[in-house]
């Protein structure tokens, strides 16, 4: 597990257990519908990529309750199937797949053909063309067989093109030459013929070289008749810095008659994350999102893991993080809110666009600091007013930057004179210290 906030006063909590469910977040209405079912109402889907060993706890509920499709995020790679040369290991796949299907959910399979995460076998062997085309073929009847006609989708190909739109020099391409896209596109239909195939990459989200490769090579495919549903843009992208393009680029290729969907996104940031970061973030995921929302043949948007605490960004990029729509203590950030407005929700509130968080970030035996943050995405306050039910006999003794008064279990708390205004695509926070004993559950907050 990752390090947790500073400040955070957890070693003074009783347990493991207990330390999860104090350290959740509840979004301003409890009426707020899971995303899963905002993307079904519009015919979308939202999915997550998953760590097939995580699903219990907090993050199986989170990953069930919202999303209604899920990628293996590493489960399905050839390295991970098969790691010895005709010994399989389905275990963290299967149990990925089974997960899904008890919670109703798509499973999107990636990847099949790659240059990256393969068993060493294949990599540091060395093989004459027809043995390695053998070889391609067994790995794709084998493993679109096993899962034949629980998949929606697969990724076949995966990220066959350089920056510059000419195609990767791999182990498939220098062997093969590049009709081993259109073989194994071919394979996987007669392997599974329900699920629709996909090439997939990353900067191709825009119209630039490389998405234009992407392009000519889909119309070439179509117009040679090898089986090739859609393409996925992997949309592995930077706070600030999402192409205008993005509408326009999904747009030409359903022009070209094949789905699109976004399927590994995320947006990094330099950490820390900060309030104006976290609010640019939204807007853009808002923007990523809405474009696909835009096209009915973009099938939906996946994103690269739900939560901080599961993102290949840190390992990868040192000093960046916080790309998910939720924290690493599964607090849903303002990119989630944004999410959902874009799937047509209101984003935690009934229609203006705003929304209130309730976190603890700190507790000890006998009070915890809280905090609340009013985030907007859409829509603007020049004023605003939160309350919310206590339980469980919390009383809050000492408020910043907020003015606060409890009556009863009701706690109600108005903006100070500094901090009224939040700006569409911003946020405040203010912060308190409360009592608690016995429990100290997360209420419903409520905006407005
Ligand atoms: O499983 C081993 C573990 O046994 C070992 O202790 C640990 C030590 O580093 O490594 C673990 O393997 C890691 C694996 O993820 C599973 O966590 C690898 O080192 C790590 O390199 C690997 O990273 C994956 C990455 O692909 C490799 O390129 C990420 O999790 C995965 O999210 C990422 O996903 C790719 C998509 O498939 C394609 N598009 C880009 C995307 C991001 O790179």
């Not at 699903?55 to 899920?70: D, I, K, M, W």
């Not at 329900?194 to 119209?207: F, K, P, T």
């Given at each position: ?94 149990r990925i797949v089974a997960f899904a299907e008890a919670h109703g959910q798509q499973v999107r399979g990636h990847t099949l053909v790659w240059h990256s995460q393969n068993p060493g076998w294949l990599t540091d062997g060395t093989w004459t063309r027809d043995e390695l085309s053998a070889v391609l073929n067994d790995h794709i009847d084998t493993e679109v067989g096993r899962y034949k006609g629980r998949l929606a989708a697969w990724d076949v190909v995966n990220e066959p093109f350089e920056e510059d739109g000419t195609y990767r020099r791999t182990l498939w391409y220098d062997t093969l030459g590049p009709d081993y896209i259109a073989q194994a596109l071919t394979r996987a239909r007669a392997a599974d ?256």
């Open positions: 597990m990752r390090s947790r906030r500073p400040g955070l006063l957890v070693s003074l909590l009783a347990g493991a257990a207990t330390v999860g469910a104090l350290l959740t977040a509840a979004p301003a209405h409890a009426a707020d519908p899971p995303l899963r079912d905002l993307a079904d109402a519009r015919g979308k889907v939202v999915g997550t990529a998953v760590t097939g060993s995580k699903l219990t706890g907090t993050y199986g509920e989170v990953a069930g309750r919202e999303f209604n499709s899920l990628t293996p995020g590493n489960a399905m790679k050839w390295g991970s199937v098969e790691p010895v040369r005709g010994r399989h290991d389905w275990a963290e796949a299967d013929p329900g699920a629709d195939l996909y090439i997939n990459d990353y900067n191709v989200e825009g119209v630039n070289a490389k998405s234009t490769a992407l392009y000519d090579l889909v119309k070439s495919l179509k117009e040679r008749g090898v089986p090739v549903d859609g393409v996925g843009l992997q949309a592995h992208l930077i706070v600030g810095q999402v192409p205008s393009t993005v509408r326009q680029n999904i747009q030409r290729f359903a022009d070209l008659g094949v789905d699109v969907a976004i399927t590994e996104l995320d947006i990094r940031m330099q950490l820390p994350a900060t309030e104006a970061k976290l609010a640019q973030q939204a807007a853009d995921y808002r923007s990523v999102v809405s474009a696909c929302a835009a096209v009915d043949r973009c099938t939906g948007v996946t994103v690269w893991g739900f939560t901080d605490s599961d993102s290949w960004i840190p390992d990868t990029f040192p000093g960046e993080g916080a790309a998910t729509p939720y924290d690493e203590n599964y607090a849903p950030k303002p990119a989630y809110h944004a999410i959902a407005q874009a799937l047509g929700g209101g984003g935690g509130q009934p229609a203006d666009g705003c929304t209130a968080t309730y976190g603890v970030t700190g507790q000890w035996n006998t009070g915890f600091t809280g905090q609340v943050r009013i985030s907007c995405a859409g829509a603007s306050l020049a004023s605003w007013k939160v309350s919310w039910t206590y339980g469980e006999g919390q009383r809050v003794s000492q408020a910043w930057n907020a003015t606060c008064a409890q009556s009863g279990a009701v706690v109600t708390c108005g903006n100070a004179a500094w901090n009224g205004t939040v700006p569409d695509g911003g946020s405040v926070t203010f912060g308190f210290n409360a009592s608690w004993s016995g429990s100290n559950g997360v209420p419903v907050v409520t905006l407005g």
